[in-house]
């Protein structure tokens, strides 16, 4: 059974930065691809980052240019960093790995953009 554990929920003021965490249950390159995503209040799930087992990354527009995504390939962990934050950033983010025919999330977690 996959498990992803998400860490680094929190409340930042506009322009601000954090950075997300999302440890795997097992070896990263297992996976197809990692990415996160976000949803907020009465609105869809979204695709924010994703990187391929490669080493590709794919942002969505929103985000390009401020959202870095990253691994750490010994800790089977991916990363986003999230810098000049905005309030329309806010929402819950879930963490998403890829096998060849299934999906897993994690449990999401809180990131608060105040103005």
Not at 6 to 17: I, K, M
Not at 39 to 62: C, E, H, M, W
């Amino acid at each position: 059974q996959v498990q992803l554990a998400e860490s680094g929920r929190g409340l930042v003021q506009a322009g601000g930065s954090l950075r997300l965490s999302c440890a795997t249950s097992g070896s990263i390159f297992s996976f197809n691809a990692v990415g996160w995503y976000r949803q907020a209040p009465g609105k869809q799930r979204d695709l924010v980052a994703v990187i391929t087992r490669d080493g590709s990354t794919n942002y969505a527009d929103s985000v390009k240019g401020r959202f870095t995504i990253s691994r750490d390939n010994a800790k089977n962990t991916v990363y986003l960093q999230m810098t000049s934050l905005k309030p329309e950033d806010t929402a819950v983010y879930y963490c998403n790995a890829n096998l060849r025919f299934s999906s897993y999330w994690g449990q999401g977690t809180q990131v608060t953009v105040s103005s």
